[in-house]
């Protein structure tokens, strides 16, 4: 006897999200079953609900098992997601229904009932999508834990969900992408080594206080490369707590790394330029709080590091060399020497520049010499002080500009 399911109505429940509760991951499925001769059925049947994202063919997303739903005259209703949740065969990995109305645009909705799997499948309409209102881009907006991403240049597959080292993302655009908007715990996205032929931006995030958002590369080799066309490598903007850690990006036609309006530390990076001749810059921080440590800027046909728009720039263990401008420092912004750095070989050392400021905390460990033109250069209102213990070379100030070995 051939049962049919007809008259379905699907309807979201719990549309919204508190910081105190979640909402259930389930959607109300109403139908009528009836038998091939259209007669209303009554009794229990065990129903298997499967999510797809073809009308035919292809692999579930993830199943829902109820093993006895009752049906009178006819009619029944059945919370889809409230069963017992398994997840597909397709890639990624899925347990509840709210993560999968995250993740695709198309689905559709097969039963199975008492062993008969019926046809054709059901398209779910808009109103599904309404529990996707728990997250953005894929990820819930507001996350109460520490949230780990991977990324796998060669493993990883952008329609991975990324949250397991099994499941990697092959971009680090698409990770990114899974941050929420809201956070209130830390993340992290590990990056394993390979070449990422991307732009890669992280922007507008809103953080707490005491948490903050990592691009951290696993081992060595993890290599961001502008491919000589791409004008910015890694671009940061609206993070107040950010770390970028143990990344190499290259070849870029202005900036490898670009920080507006954000906070945080660039940290045991290499930033350099392949080609010949030398590309674009190093570093671009812009009205924002930046320590660079443990890096090496190198090869830039313009800058190594420019700190513009009052911003402040901290350089601990860091090496500049080979770069147009070593150090460039303008419009109202500081560059703090607050550990060791050596800026050599290089056509201009440091520069400071229509109200730049540039301190070198009286440190010993700071060599600004060798550098093809001047070693140390203030220009219009600009300001190079406290080096009287540091290895430099001639500072030479110019448009009522200081130069002063103390302060």
């Known amino acids: 006897m051939r049962r049919i399911a007809i008259a379905v109505a699907i309807l979201s429940c719990a549309l919204s999200v508190t910081p105190a509760a979640q909402p259930p991951s389930f959607l109300n499925y109403q139908g009528v079953l009836r038998d091939a001769g259209g007669t209303p059925l009554d009794g229990t049947f065990p129903m298997i609900f499967r999510f797809f994202n073809v009308e035919t063919g292809g692999q579930s997303i993830l199943a829902d098992q109820h093993a006895a739903v009752e049906v009178v005259a006819g009619l029944f209703s059945v919370r889809v997601g409230s069963g017992v949740v398994s997840d597909g065969a397709a890639p990624g990995t899925y347990a509840d229904v709210a993560r999968v109305f995250a993740d695709f645009s198309v689905l559709f909705l097969e039963l199975e009932i008492s062993g008969e799997v019926l046809a054709p499948r059901t398209p779910l309409a808009s109103g599904g999508y309404a529990l996707n209102a728990r997250y953005v881009n894929g990820v819930e907006v507001a996350a109460s834990d520490a949230l780990d991403l991977y990324v796998d240049a060669l493993?990883?597959?952008?329609?991975?969900?990324?949250?397991?080292?099994?499941?990697?993302?092959?971009?680090?655009?698409?990770?990114?992408?899974?941050?929420?908007?809201?956070?209130?715990?830390?993340?992290?996205?590990?990056?394993?080594?390979?070449?990422?032929?991307?732009?890669?931006?992280?922007?507008?995030?809103?953080?707490?206080?005491?948490?903050?958002?990592?691009?951290?590369?696993?081992?060595?080799?993890?290599?961001?490369?502008?491919?000589?066309?791409?004008?910015?490598?890694?671009?940061?903007?609206?993070?107040?707590?950010?770390?970028?850690?143990?990344?190499?990006?290259?070849?870029?036609?202005?900036?490898?790394?670009?920080?507006?309006?954000?906070?945080?530390?660039?940290?045991?990076?290499?930033?350099?330029?392949?080609?010949?001749?030398?590309?674009?810059?190093?570093?671009?921080?812009?009205?924002?709080?930046?320590?660079?440590?443990?890096?090496?800027?190198?090869?830039?046909?313009?800058?190594?590091?420019?700190?513009?728009?009052?911003?402040?720039?901290?350089?601990?263990?860091?090496?500049?060399?080979?770069?147009?401008?070593?150090?460039?420092?303008?419009?109202?912004?500081?560059?703090?020497?607050?550990?060791?750095?050596?800026?050599?070989?290089?056509?201009?050392?440091?520069?400071?520049?229509?109200?730049?400021?540039?301190?070198?905390?009286?440190?010993?460990?700071?060599?600004?010499?060798g550098n093809a033109g001047y070693d140390l250069q203030a220009r219009f209102l600009g300001a190079i002080y406290g080096y009287v213990n540091a290895p430099v070379g001639t500072c030479v100030a110019l448009d009522n500009s200081v130069c002063s070995p103390t302060y």
């Open 155 to 369: 493993m990883g597959n952008d329609d991975n969900d990324g949250l397991k080292r099994g499941t990697p993302k092959r971009t680090i655009q698409a990770a990114i992408d899974r941050i929420p908007a809201i956070l209130r715990g830390d993340v992290t996205v590990h990056i394993n080594p390979g070449t990422y032929a991307e732009a890669v931006a992280l922007l507008d995030r809103n953080l707490p206080a005491d948490s903050s958002i990592t691009l951290r590369g696993e081992a060595p080799g993890v290599r961001i490369t502008g491919e000589r066309t791409r004008p910015i490598g890694l671009e940061v903007r609206s993070v107040r707590d950010f770390v970028i850690e143990n990344l190499e990006v290259t070849d870029t036609t202005s900036y490898n790394v670009q920080t507006t309006d954000a906070s945080g530390t660039i940290r045991s990076c290499v930033l350099t330029s392949t080609a010949t001749p030398n590309l674009g810059a190093g570093i671009l921080v812009s009205r924002g709080f930046v320590t660079v440590e443990h890096s090496t800027l190198s090869n830039h046909a313009v800058e190594g590091i420019v700190c513009s728009s009052a911003a402040r720039c901290f350089l601990d263990d860091v090496t500049i060399t080979g770069n147009g401008r070593g150090i460039d420092v303008l419009r109202g912004s500081m560059v703090r020497f607050v550990g060791r750095a050596s800026v050599t070989g290089n056509s201009v050392g440091c520069r400071a520049f229509g109200h730049g400021q540039v301190d070198f905390g009286y440190r010993a460990d700071v060599q600004v010499t």
